[in-house]
């Protein structure tokens, strides 16, 4: 899933989707798979309308018990401050995972920003392969329009599952602040 900038594989070197036969002697070919990157440009933007003031679902962004339970049975830890880590980390199938990042910006109630980085594409931890996740609120009469935007992805399949995901994640969301 991860979009890397070029590497060699049995004989050929792949450069996005194109693969290019190698030259007999290999050693011309310096393309390592350390070479991955992060597309910047590319982004994630989806809203649901929940029938819920703002403040409580504020409280479903922010309260580690309820994330658990929308973002794939996630232990959530932090303190909600600029600044501070984040992590996400749980097990799938007898796998253990970490994802991270820091706080970045906080308005109770209205706006939660924090870069986002996941081993799950095998780039390195480098601030440059973080991401940035934004929740945003806005009160529409009784309701609450929230909007999440992820930017910054290795690539754009990576950028589409995580377009599935993020649906999931906000329907599942509105089911839990609802009481559905």
């Known amino acids: 899933m991860c979009r890397r900038a070029g590497y060699t594989h049995r004989g050929l070197v792949v450069h996005g989707d194109v693969e290019i036969v190698a030259p007999d002697t290999p050693s011309v070919w310096e393309v390592t798979a350390k070479d991955t990157f ?3 440009d590319l982004a994630v933007t989806k809203s649901i309308l929940i029938n819920a003031d703002r ?6 962004l922010t ?3 309820t994330i658990r339970r929308y973002l794939y049975d996630a232990e959530t830890i932090t303190d909600w401050k600029v600044g501070s880590p984040i ?3 749980g097990e799938v199938e007898g796998q253990k995972w970490q994802d991270k990042g ?3 910006e906080i308005e109770p109630g209205d706006l939660l920003r924090y870069s986002y980085w996941s081993g ?3 780039m390195e931890d480098l601030p440059e392969n973080y991401a940035s996740v934004t929740y945003r609120l806005v009160s529409k009469g009784g309701e609450t329009l929230l909007t999440i935007t992820q930017q910054g ?4 399949d990576s950028r589409q599952s995580s377009d599935k995901g993020w649906k999931i994640i906000l329907e599942k969301i509105k089911e839990i602040v609802e009481g559905v």
Do not use: D, H, K
């Open 38 to 40: 992060m597309v910047r």
């Open 55 to 60: 403040l409580r679902v504020w409280a479903a």
């Open 63 to 65: 309260n580690p018990q």
């Open 87 to 89: 992590v996400f980390q």
């Open 102 to 104: 820091t706080i970045l």
């Open 120 to 122: 799950y594409c095998g």
């Open 153 to 156: 992805y290795a690539s754009e």
